[in-house]
């Protein structure tokens, strides 16, 4: 299972946690959950991405695996010129997911939908990844 991990220093020096100022807050943020079924002549892919756009969600198939990419941009600095901070923690995040999807699809297909957090990616199975029928035939003995 491929996870998204968000580096995190405080968690590797935690001595420096201890000395910090009790009104700093740490956050984690929870890794990108994803789910991966098939439904009827499609592969669907689902993964949590709560507070990206859907302009800043790229996704790209190739040799059998879907990259999923979101970035979230921090304010720009000349904007806040003329701003004095007593405390600021908007700031950039980031994630990629690669998925090695488990058929052929038809990336041409391929329909991206972004709801409330949640990505849902539906590929139609290429023609060769779809079950066929095989007839039995009955051999005749001399």
Request: no cysteine; hydrophobic share 35%.
């Amino acid at each position: 299972m491929n996870r998204l991990s968000v580096w995190n220093p405080w968690r590797h020096l935690p001595r420096m946690r201890d000395l910090m100022d009790e009104d700093w807050d740490i956050v984690e943020f929870p890794e990108n959950e994803i789910d991966m079924y098939e439904e009827g002549d499609n592969v669907v892919v689902k993964i949590k991405a709560p507070g990206f756009k859907e302009e800043n969600i790229d996704i790209t198939i190739e040799d059998g695996t879907a990259v999923i990419t979101g970035k979230i941009e921090e304010e720009e600095e000349e904007k806040d010129k003329k701003r004095k901070y007593y405390r600021k923690e908007f700031r950039s995040q980031s994630f990629t997911r690669r998925v090695d999807l488990p058929v052929r699809v038809k990336a041409d297909q391929a329909e991206a939908d972004y709801d409330n957090g949640v990505l849902v990616l539906t590929l139609p199975k290429a023609e060769e990844a779809k079950p066929q029928a095989v007839k039995v035939k009955t051999r005749k003995t001399k």
